[in-house]
């Protein structure tokens, strides 16, 4: 088995190679968010890991009698369109393939597929109005980004999964929000949180509707201008700013009037043991949230399997 380490996964110098793909997921994940049947908290839209890079999973089309999925695949760097019907249809990734190519010719071959789609082409939540189909001056598409960011998604999975496997409650997959390209999983503690107010988003609104304890992974943007973990508590339970995390390198920090747990990714590589690491700063921020908020924190815990 080769050596392998964390990749040297940066957000300052690749703004715009991160936003390239960004802005590709965005254009698929918008397709199953149109044809995929609705599940709470908009758990039907994600993207999920896999061997080769990124997958929506089976979409339906055709009435329910047939299925595709849609695959970024970051190792031979193409986009893979495969239906049920035994069809298989291709987009070469690369530098000066910009959004709004890349928007048309994946519209093209799914008209040629006969499955019929329309979208909001527009970007959601970046702060840009203009339509996909207008967007030719992003086409900064890079290999070697592609490749650090999903082996660092792909590690972070793994880790991911084994922290969502100790908890009996209400668990989310571990998936690919495409609206703020973050990597997450959230546990839930089976209560409703208060209602939203009427003006709140709908996103918003759909997505709290009980109390939770997010974690996620994201690879940076403007505010946070480098890769970091995260975890928040909602709603915000008092005294929460005041709670010590692990490891000694994670903070808690005021986003948006609440307080959020981070870990940078520059932080967590410095670590001997990055996995134990990141697991223990999951765990802090669960326990410094989940026992100010008054889960039944050991009812939810799952045993290991001796202990059953």
């Known amino acids: ?36 049947p609705r599940k709470n908290h908009w758990w039907y839209i994600t993207h999920y890991l896999n061997p080769q890079g990124f997958t929506t999973g089976a979409i339906p089309y055709n009435n329910g009698f047939s299925s595709f999925s849609i695959d970024f695949n970051f190792i031979k760097h193409q986009l893979e369109i495969v239906t049920s019907e035994g069809d298989f249809e291709l987009i070469k990734l690369k530098n000066d393939l910009s959004v709004s190519s890349f928007y048309a010719e994946v519209f093209a071959i799914l008209k040629t597929l006969k499955i019929d789609v329309n979208i909001v082409d527009k970007p959601f939540d970046l702060g840009m109005d203009d339509r996909f189909s207008d967007i030719s001056e992003i086409h900064q598409y890079d290999k070697s980004y592609a490749e650090k960011l999903w082996k660092t998604l792909l590690w972070t999975d793994g880790v991911f999964k084994e922290f969502s496997g100790r908890f009996y409650g209400k668990t989310c997959p571990v998936h690919l929000y495409w609206h703020s390209m973050d990597l997450a999983v959230t546990r839930f503690s089976g209560k409703k949180a208060p209602k939203m107010p009427a003006e709140a988003r ?62 940078t990714y520059a932080n967590l590589k410095e670590e001997e043991n990055p996995r134990k690491a990141l ?18 924190i050991q009812d939810l815990k799952v045993p290991d399997l001796d202990k059953l």
């Open 279 to 296: 697991l223990d700063f999951m765990e802090s921020a669960y326990h410094a949230g989940a026992e100010l908020a008054g889960w039944p």
């Open 1 to 36: 088995m080769k050596n392998v380490s964390l990749p040297d996964l940066r957000y300052v110098g690749f703004e715009k190679e991160k936003l390239t793909l960004h802005l590709f997921l965005q254009v698929v994940g918008k397709i199953r968010l149109k044809l995929s």
């Open 202 to 263: 709908l996103s918003d609104k759909d997505a709290y509707t009980h109390e939770c304890i997010s974690f996620g992974f994201w690879p940076g943007d403007d505010k946070v201008q480098e890769p970091a973990f995260y975890s928040y508590t909602f709603p915000n339970p008092e005294g929460l700013e005041q709670q010590e995390l692990q490891p000694k390198s994670a903070s808690l920090e005021m986003n948006n009037g609440s307080p959020m747990a981070i870990l």
